[in-house]
């Protein structure tokens, strides 16, 4: 049987959801990987960058263009040895700046993603995907892709309680659960 991989880095704390700043015990990409989980099964990782964002959501999205246009690779806290156990890889983040926050590039650009599928889903409060699936194909040497998933993030975070607010949170899960399934039941 196949083994699954869910990479995710989320922001917890203030974050700019359905036009305003809200406080967030969990976030939304975070919950989303939970999602992934729960459809298919799988090991969840972690990003956590050595020296956290600002908790000010204005701040921290300054330190992220910052960062983008200096390139950089903070430090994180833990790296994935290797990736070998693993057949299928889902990579999961929100979109700063059109693409996934830099430490999700300092995990990757050091793993071997030779023969793995890869997909990714993208949390967003407007912009999609951005430009995330080609800077993935740029790092992810080796590896095959499936299908990416953009979902909104306000979505998300009000799918982490589904029973209370339903609708466009039911819906979201029910994305991720169809695109999570069908990319893993796809060969090459």
Not at 24 to 33: F, H, P, Q
Not at 108 to 130: Q, R
Not at 154 to 176: C, Q, R, V
């Amino acid at each position: 049987m196949a083994k699954n991989l869910i990479i995710y880095y989320s922001r917890k704390g203030q974050n700019y959801v359905n036009g305003s700043i809200k406080d967030l015990k969990k976030g939304n990409s975070e919950i989303c990987a939970e999602f992934i989980q729960d459809s298919v099964g799988g090991d969840l990782f972690e990003i956590k960058p050595v020296n956290d964002y600002s908790e000010d959501y204005q701040t921290c999205t300054k330190e992220a263009a910052k960062e983008l246009k200096n390139h950089a690779r903070p430090e994180l806290k833990q790296y994935l040895k290797d990736i070998d156990a693993y057949d299928h890889v889902f990579i999961c983040g929100p979109c700063w700046w059109g693409t996934f926050p830099m430490p999700v590039f300092s995990l990757l650009e050091k793993l071997d993603f030779t023969g793995k599928k890869v997909m990714a889903l993208m949390t967003h409060e407007g912009s999609g995907l951005g430009h995330s699936e080609l800077d993935l194909r740029k790092v992810c040497k080796g590896a095959y892709f499936g299908n990416s998933i953009a979902i909104h993030g306000g979505d998300a975070y009000f799918g982490n309680s589904i029973a209370i607010h339903g609708g466009d949170a039911l819906e979201a899960y029910k994305a991720i659960e169809i695109w999570a399934k069908q990319n893993i039941s796809d060969e090459k």
